[in-house]
């Protein structure tokens, strides 16, 4: 089979693609037929020494993919040949506390990851593909899509009425916008340009807010667009740059939810002003197996479908990193693996 690897450390343009051996699966295990992945901003970050957690160099990249069981090990219950699967972020993290070292046990970061024509894993590892989500979009869920959820559902989970404040056209803020929007919150988003933010509104955002035009967007949306009481939920995917204006938007007892780290300024942090808000800040790690169960559940039965921003060739696969890296792109980068 055919499998991409880094050739250098800290160098997206020396991904190359080579033959390695179709494992076989052994007691428990399954054997997926990869039909699509995904990009993350954490896979070039991985690359590129931004990642907050440590991890191995030269392995597969990419943590989320859509494929389709071709063979199963001795005592497989959950899953027969044939059946559509999607990857599980945290292979071992099925649900409640993380289990010790879960940081590094997730794909492309502390094992090899699906960036990959097979793979071989835990039939834990992976949870059902619903019929009606083609393998491009089911791709898009495991990570993005789970750590939206993740979000908004939290210890005071978003709900019909609720304001949701989400920054950027990244994955994660898309699918957030969107699954806010489901469950009948208002959405205010920030952007950088009127083409995205006509995007965001034809998605179903409230408000926008040009963070170029405005760059105390926080102020701005908390006493311009909430009359003083500041939002519920902020989707924090920027990182130091965004989170002090984050805590400004945020009312008392609300949530800002950390989830990025795309600024690589760092200007520390305001104690008076994060103490100030008096919010609940909430760092996640994408979440656990019974999260993107729910997620494929909620998602598939409200008829959503990802906003995919470019689908390359597996051949096409740096091409797609380099897309990844210009940060131009609205939603979802994806690599078709196969026909």
């Given at each position: 089979?055919?499998?991409?690897?880094?050739d250098?450390p800290?160098?997206?343009?020396?991904l190359?693609a080579r033959?390695?051996?179709?494992?076989?699966?052994?007691?428990?295990e399954?054997?997926v037929r990869v039909r699509?992945?995904?990009l993350?901003?954490?896979?070039?970050?991985v690359?590129?020494?931004r990642?907050?957690w440590d991890?191995?160099?030269?392995l597969?990249?990419?943590?989320d993919a859509?494929?389709?069981?071709?063979a199963?090990?001795?005592?497989?219950t959950a899953f027969?040949?044939?059946?559509?699967v999607?990857s599980?972020?945290?292979p071992r993290?099925f649900?409640?506390?993380?289990p010790?070292?879960?940081?590094?046990q997730?794909?492309g970061?502390?094992a090899?990851g699906?960036?990959a024509e097979?793979?071989?894993?835990s039939?834990?590892?992976?949870?059902p593909l619903?019929d009606?989500?083609s393998?491009?979009?089911?791709a898009t869920l495991p990570c993005?899509?789970?750590?939206?959820?993740?979000?908004l559902?939290g210890q005071?989970?978003v709900r019909?009425?609720?304001?949701?404040?989400?920054?950027g056209?990244?994955?994660?803020?898309?699918?957030?916008?969107?699954?806010?929007?489901?469950?009948?919150?208002?959405?205010?988003?920030t952007?950088?340009?009127?083409?995205k933010a006509?995007?965001l509104?034809?998605l179903g955002?409230?408000?926008?807010v040009n963070?170029?035009?405005?760059p105390?967007?926080?102020?701005?949306?908390?006493?311009?667009?909430?009359?003083?009481?500041?939002?519920?939920?902020v989707v924090?995917v920027?990182g130091?740059a965004?989170?002090g204006?984050s805590?400004?938007?945020?009312r008392?007892g609300?949530?800002?939810?950390?989830?990025?780290?795309?600024?690589?300024?760092?200007?520390?942090?305001d104690?008076f002003l994060?103490?100030?808000s008096n919010a609940?800040?909430?760092?996640i790690?994408v979440?656990d197996?019974?999260?993107?169960?729910?997620?494929v559940?909620a998602?598939s039965?409200?008829?959503?479908?990802?906003?995919i921003?470019?689908v390359f060739g597996?051949?096409?696969a740096r091409?797609a990193?380099?897309?990844?890296?210009?940060?131009?792109h609205?939603?979802k980068?994806?690599?078709?693996v196969?026909d």
């Amino acid at each position: 089979m055919r499998a991409y690897r880094f050739d250098q450390p800290d160098s997206l343009d020396s991904l190359r693609a080579r033959e390695e051996p179709v494992g076989e699966p052994q007691r428990g295990e399954v054997l997926v037929r990869v039909r699509a992945v995904s990009l993350n901003y954490r896979d070039i970050a991985v690359i590129l020494g931004r990642y907050v957690w440590d991890a191995i160099p030269g392995l597969i990249p990419c943590s989320d993919a859509a494929g389709e069981i071709v063979a199963v090990g001795e005592g497989v219950t959950a899953f027969r040949p044939g059946d559509r699967v999607i990857s599980i972020f945290h292979p071992r993290w099925f649900g409640g506390r993380p289990p010790k070292g879960v940081a590094m046990q997730t794909y492309g970061s502390g094992a090899d990851g699906w960036l990959a024509e097979y793979k071989v894993v835990s039939q834990e590892a992976v949870v059902p593909l619903p019929d009606g989500i083609s393998f491009e979009d089911g791709a898009t869920l495991p990570c993005a899509a789970t750590t939206a959820w993740t979000a908004l559902s939290g210890q005071t989970p978003v709900r019909a009425g609720s304001t949701v404040l989400t920054l950027g056209t990244g994955g994660v803020s898309i699918f957030a916008l969107q699954l806010a929007k489901a469950m009948g919150a208002r959405v205010i988003s920030t952007t950088s340009g009127p083409a995205k933010a006509e995007r965001l509104r034809a998605l179903g955002a409230d408000e926008v807010v040009n963070y170029v035009e405005v760059p105390a967007w926080g102020r701005h949306v908390r006493k311009a667009l909430t009359g003083g009481a500041g939002v519920d939920c902020v989707v924090e995917v920027g990182g130091p740059a965004t989170v002090g204006e984050s805590l400004r938007a945020v009312r008392p007892g609300g949530e800002v939810v950390l989830i990025g780290f795309l600024s690589e300024a760092n200007p520390g942090i305001d104690y008076f002003l994060l103490k100030g808000s008096n919010a609940i800040v909430r760092s996640i790690g994408v979440g656990d197996r019974a999260a993107l169960e729910d997620l494929v559940r909620a998602w598939s039965g409200a008829g959503l479908s990802p906003v995919i921003d470019r689908v390359f060739g597996f051949d096409e696969a740096r091409e797609a990193f380099a897309h990844l890296q210009a940060a131009r792109h609205v939603g979802k980068i994806v690599v078709r693996v196969g026909d």
